[in-house]
């Protein structure tokens, strides 16, 4: 054979180590751990911030030059003018939703200028349409009526979209932005299916079209071939690459406390479905966690604390929900369940926020393990009617009592705070790599 297919051959075979990996930002919890402000963080010199899952009910919170600024479908990194923001194909997107959010977010300040210029939508996304969001609502009602049980969505029609996915009759960008007579016909195909199935939704087809037909000249522009956009990112010149996970790993739909959790893939696996993005290509994974732990709605929650600690949590922390406005219940930090999200995601480092609530406190509890019946349970439990009977044992360590919120280096904590970050450390095995006492930016103390 010649000469130069064979040196072709072989300079094939020697693997090639990937040019961009990306780096990953999940929450470890049930959500609201403050991953927003993280992914603020690495934004800062991030030359791609993308999201790969989840749609408008995911709610981050980020404060720049004093402006709080909330976001529920674009990626955090917006704010960063020299960033491209990226929303894939694992997304789920509702329009007005999405024009609403960059609107309200222009009349807060000047972070969000030009957002349209630096945003790419993959044309593999899934659309919820409004009546998505209506069956939402009347799923939640009938969960209630037949078992006096309701999952607590938040009702943005997430979960009837992703079931549109399933089923393959959803609708995708590509669709929107093609024939528009041809995306027509099969929309009202797709709203006949739901009205056939719920009798009681009333659905204002040609006003819902009419509506697309504007959101479709908008939204062209930003449209993109995900796949080939992200090949070109991860295999081109050198660029910092952040994925921001909405949600939490507590949350995912195959390793959550199901059924009380989202319709996506809120773990690392979603970075690979949800962008196209090769394995080998997934760089550092780090876990968002809060110094204690919070839930919103119905579901299973070993630590919470119904009691004066949850509720001195629940204020000190302003513990609603970004999304909802629904208060969060809260509780002791629960490494059981942390230490199960590592073994899902692989945490390279962890995040460790809002650190400072705990300043008033004169001890603190962290759950260690879980028993049932008196007996040891050697792993997270899948099933939600065992983890609902589930005993926690804590370990008992010494408050700080003083105030982190001024401190912006590791040194300066108090010695009880730098023993209960390595309390956490030693139990996951895994550094802690931030460590939160406040709502800024700047109050990220970075440990290495």
């Not at 934004?43 to 600024?69: F, I, P």
């Not at 955090?76 to 959010?101: C, Y």
């Not at 969000?112 to 630096?118: N, P, V």
């Not at 069956?135 to 029609?157: M, P």
Request: glycine fraction near 10%.
């Amino acid at each position: 054979c010649s000469l130069g297919h064979s040196y072709i051959a072989m300079s094939l075979r020697i693997p090639k180590e990937p040019r961009n990996k990306v780096t990953v930002v999940l929450g470890a919890q049930w959500g609201d751990e403050g991953k927003g402000k993280v992914v603020d963080l690495l934004a800062l010199d991030a030359d791609l911030v993308c999201r790969c899952q989840g749609g408008n009910n995911a709610g981050h919170t980020v404060v720049v030059d004093s402006v709080e600024y909330d976001f529920h479908l674009l990626p955090s990194g917006v704010l960063n003018k020299k960033a491209v923001s990226f929303i894939g194909n694992g997304v789920v997107i509702h329009l007005p939703g999405l024009f609403e959010e960059a609107e309200k977010n222009l009349q807060k300040g000047e972070g969000l200028q030009g957002w349209e210029k630096r945003l790419k939508i993959s044309d593999r996304a899934h659309i919820v349409f409004n009546f998505h969001q209506a069956v939402d609502g009347i799923q939640e009602q009938q969960r209630q009526l037949q078992a006096g049980k309701n999952l607590g969505t938040t009702k943005k029609g997430i979960g009837p979209a992703y079931s549109s996915k399933a089923a393959r009759n959803g609708l995708r960008v590509c669709d929107l932005v093609s024939d528009f007579t041809v995306f027509e016909e099969k929309f009202r195909v797709l709203a006949g299916h739901f009205l056939t199935m719920y009798p009681n939704l009333s659905v204002d087809i040609d006003n819902e079209l009419q509506q697309l037909k504007v959101y479709a000249e908008r939204l062209r522009p930003l449209v993109t071939d995900g796949v080939y956009f992200m090949h070109k990112a991860l295999t081109g010149p050198s660029k910092k690459i952040l994925v921001e996970g909405a949600n939490a790993a507590l949350l995912d739909i195959d390793f959550g406390t199901y059924p009380f959790v989202t319709s996506s893939n809120c773990t690392a696996g979603g970075v690979c479905t949800g962008l196209g993005v090769p394995p080998s290509y997934v760089g550092r994974v780090y876990g968002v966690v809060k110094a204690y732990t919070t839930r919103v709605g119905v579901g299973a929650f070993p630590t919470e604390q119904d009691n004066e600690v949850g509720n001195l949590l629940q204020s000190r922390g302003r513990e609603f929900g970004v999304t909802t406005g629904r208060r969060r219940r809260c509780g002791w930090l629960d490494l059981i369940l942390v230490r199960y999200a590592h073994m899902v995601n692989g945490f390279t480092a962890i995040a460790l926020t809002k650190l400072d609530i705990l300043d008033t406190l004169p001890e603190i509890k962290v759950g260690v393990s879980y028993t049932v019946d008196d007996e040891p349970l050697p792993s997270f439990p899948a099933n939600m009617d065992v983890l609902m009977r589930v005993s926690v044992k804590y370990e008992t360590l010494p408050g700080w009592r003083c105030s982190t919120e001024d401190v912006r280096c590791f040194e300066e904590l108090p010695s009880q705070a730098q023993s209960y970050i390595r309390f956490i450390e030693d139990f996951l095995q895994v550094p802690v790599k931030w460590v939160g006492v406040g709502k800024s930016r700047e109050s990220m103390i970075k440990l290495f």
